[in-house]
């Protein structure tokens, strides 16, 4: 089964990764983007059962400034 | 608008970081999971037309490695 995490920044937290990629973006000539926002995604393959929101939760995060969702997909 | 762009490393490429992620996973116990590989993942927010593929494709992206995905998202 397969499953992926994805973690982002809070909203409240500064992300100058994503600024830069902004700024970027703006000075290639994608005048219309307004705002990017840089995270990690977790593409997960496991058997069966697995305690993913734990996992995610626990493992993958840093809850102080990070945020996580995690989304099921078709296997 | 919001869209996502999804990069991750073509599964032909070897993922160092996502092994290491799978190994401290099934170290910590989690020994169902398979597989994990990492990418990265932008939220955009862009006024109304934006060129996201030429981006993603362009910018976002190293073709010779990456693989991405766009995702546009509910406003």
Redesign the interface.
Known sequence: MKARV?V?LKSTVLDPQ?QT?RA??NG?G?S????????????????????LEA?ARD??TNPVIEDYRIEYLPA
């Open positions: 994805l982002s994503g990629v970027a973006l290639l994608y219309t983007i307004r705002d990017v926002r840089q995270g990690k995604v977790f593409e997960v393959e496991y058997d069966h059962e697995a305690d996992i493992v993958l």
